[in-house]
């Protein structure tokens, strides 16, 4: 027993990492851990809170000179931007899922439908695991391996787990997966299906990341992704906002629209953007970041139309699970990027969430979970309301795959006519 991952000085002798060296170049080009509040750096190990003040840690590097060429000529997922992110270079080769390279849709039909110019959606559940999740797990999987760490976990509303439970499982190490008990039977399923220690916890989620911190606390070589190995973990929604630079032939959009749960990757597409105006990838030019709740779980939303810099915990009661975070780690951070980009946070009704859906499936054939319902739903309001311009180069996204969460649409869609085989009784319902 040891409380090694809380990364204060009285323990900071005592790792998993103790009696094996790091490698040489085991984070790339990352040098060390920088706290997001006072700026003091640290080591690069397993912490996530800073020691002067508790601030979390986010990952500082020292980026070498990089070419869209260079970027271009590497694999087609995440690890074409391993000179970005804080993984070695030959991370390429070691077993994970692979994720990223996902489609971007010139989402015309849908642009119309809402009286916009330009419009396209990121389609991240095309990813190995349906979700956006299996970008930052793929780096808190690097992580974990480098530092000697010996089991994958994490505390999650759903899309992690399946994400954590697969990557452990085509890595080779021990997986430990907390979920609340009543997530969607779709999101159990196909995170047990790769792992035997899925634990669901009578609890909400915010009470699952509280037993998580403890257990991580508690426990010698755990790496809880979202938790201990967060600083890594986070830095993985970045390639998120490298490829659709890349993807819109190297330039950045005018605004983008992101799902908010814990905020994380809200504020990483805004660094991901950054860093590439800072490297000379693209020409600088202002995006404004707006992020998507559901009204049942509003907590940053609320914050944003209060003119407040605190985000005060709510108990969640919405269909959009995966977005059921009720204490939000960065919801003051993404607050932050919304305000200072010139975007909002807004939300949206469990109601719109549904129209959500169904407006993206029926407009762009792209059936997104309810994460994505939101997101949708959220754009349509952000017009409507006149927040959003409906006449910039606008990017939605769409984080997960509305196969795990089939629920929400089921008693709204069906066959239109169940008949017989005949001719005369296809007629007969005025389709032909
Ligand atoms: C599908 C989906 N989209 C978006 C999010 C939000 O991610 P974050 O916690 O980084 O705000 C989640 C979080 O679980 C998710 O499952
Ligand atoms: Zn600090």
Redesign the pocket.
Known sequence: MSTSFLGTSATRNHTPTANRPLRDGAFGHAIHLVCRECRATSELGPFYACQECFGPLEIGYDFPRLTRAQIEAGPPNIWRYQPLLPVPTDIASSPNMEPGFTRLLKADNLARELGMTSLWVKDDSGNPTH???DRVVAVALSAARELGMEVFACP?????ANAVAAAGARAGMRTVVFIPADLERAKVITSAVYTDSLVAVHGSYDDVNRLASEIAGEEDGWAFVNVNVRPYYAEG?KTLAFEVAEQLGWRLPQQVVI????????TKVDKGFTELVRLGLVEESPVKIFGAQATGCSPVSAAFKDGRDVVRPVKPDTIAK??A?GN?A?GPYALDVARRTGGAIEDVTDQEVREGIRLLARTEGVFA?T??GVTVATLRKLVETGQLDPEAETVVFN??DGLKTLDAVAHLVGPAATIEPTYAAFTATGLA
Do not use: M, R
């Open positions: 979700s956006f999740k999650s509303t759903g899309n992690l929604s799902p908010v749960a814990s905020g994380s990757q809200l995966s977005l975070i939000p960065d979970e994460a994505g984080t997960g």
